[in-house]
Every structure is written in C-alpha cells, then in structure tokens.
C-alpha cells in the first residue's frame, strides 16, 4: 500500500514529536549509547503496575502510560542493565551489586548532578539526596518480589551509596520510587562501513579481517564471531552508504 504524502508527512511529524518529547526526558546517555530516563516522573507506582505496560525482558518496549507519563518506546531497565549504568560512576559495583561508605561520596553527590533525586533532606549543617527505582528483574524463585536499585548520598556527614540489591514487594507503592528506563542506543545505518566515512570500502574489509575469529563491531550478524557470514555481508553492502 502507497501512502499519501499526508500520511507520510503526518508520520515523519509524530515521530520527531516523539523523538523531542523523549529527548526532554533523557538524564543521561550512557556508554552503550543507551539514553537513560529521569525517574522523577514515575514515581508512586507499583512494579505490578509497570508491568502491566511494560515487558519484563529488558528488551521489548512499553506500551502506555503510568498515570499522566507516557512510558510507550521505552524499555524498562533489568537489574542488570541498571548494574551497568551505576558503574559508570562506580565500577566496584559489578561485583556485589552493592557498595557504600565514606570514600563514594562524591561519585554519589557527582549522580545527583546528572539525574534528578527522588527524595531530599536538609538539616542546618548538611544535606541528603536519594533516588530508587523499579528494575523489570524478578527475585529469582519469587513470583512477588522484584528487585529495586537506588542510590543515595549526604554531605556532612559524607556518604554515598549505590545498590541494585534492594528488594520489595511488586504491588508495593512508594511516593520515593519510580522506575529504570532507557531508550535503546541507535541502530547503525551502516553498519558494514566500520570506520564511518559513509563507504563500505577496503578500509572497513581490512578491519574486518583483522577481527577475525573474534567480536566486536565487525560481528555484522551478532552471533559472536566474526566469520564468512560478517563477510558476506559486508560484500553485499560494498560501496556507499
């Protein structure tokens, strides 16, 4: 079926509308390219009612709305995933899933520079920032308990703390804690020009050749290796972009 150009034109408007108004709400993107979500706009939900629009796979996006926030396009966060964007600050966490104390105050206070904290407290000589959300991450063998990931910080007295190990039940409701989202890291046009100059060409095959047996981003097939089938694809993508 051939669209008309106003349908064309009214597609092509609603996505950049979509593509603005997610673009608000981004606090951070992270390493993988992943754009992470504020979590302030989610907040007092319980994970049964995430779930209920949203899959729990980490991968499929949400489709709807919690209360007055539209979640539709995101994905919602596994405790992994969450794992992954708390180590930018502090890597020690991959370990345990867990790390707190006197030494992570300014990598606690430096998170709240980038998203906004859920909760806030001030006495006359110091202040205390938090912030908690729902991973998509059941407790392994639990049907009712789900995983949480926080972080917390103070100054005087100095203390930070980064968790993915918090647990609550799914159809509790906390004024405190919202929910991990992100949006998913772009998808290459091209992704056989490895060196990004708008050509598939000899430089990308020597790359390519160079990484093989191995991963990495000349693995055009995602399986792991790079062998004859990357290669296949990258001839059969020769030339411009």
């Known amino acids: ?27 951070f993107t992270d390493s993988q390219g992943r754009q992470w979500r504020e979590i302030t706009p989610t907040v007092a939900r319980s994970w049964n009612q995430v779930a209920a629009v949203c899959p729990t796979d980490g991968v499929t996006p949400c489709s709807g709305a919690l209360g007055s926030a539209s979640v539709t396009g995101w994905v919602w966060a596994t405790r992994e995933d969450v794992i992954e964007l708390l180590s930018e600050w502090v890597p020690a966490i991959a370990k345990t899933g867990e790390v707190g104390g006197g030494q992570y105050t300014l990598q606690g206070l430096g998170f709240f520079e980038v998203f906004n904290e859920t909760s806030f407290s001030c006495t006359v000589v110091g202040c205390s920032f938090g912030i908690a959300g ?36 799914v159809g509790d409701i906390n004024a405190f804690r919202g929910v991990w989202m992100y949006l998913p890291a772009p998808t290459p046009s091209c992704p056989a020009d490895l060196n990004d100059d708008g050509t598939v060409g000899p430089a990308d095959l020597a790359a390519l050749l160079n990484a093989w047996g191995s991963g990495g981003a000349a693995d055009l097939n995602g399986n792991g290796t790079v062998d004859g089938p990357d290669l296949a694809a990258m001839l059969s993508a020769w030339g411009g972009c």
Do not use: D, E, K
């Open 134 to 169: 729902w991973t998509s991450t059941l407790v392994p063998g639990s049907t009712t308990s789900a995983y949480a990931a926080g972080v917390g910080a103070s100054y005087n007295p100095n203390y930070g703390n980064f968790t993915a190990n918090m647990t609550a039940s």
């Open 1 to 27: 079926m051939r669209l008309s150009p106003a349908s064309t034109a009214f597609i092509a408007l609603s996505s950049l509308a979509f593509t603005a108004a997610a673009s608000a709400q981004v606090a």
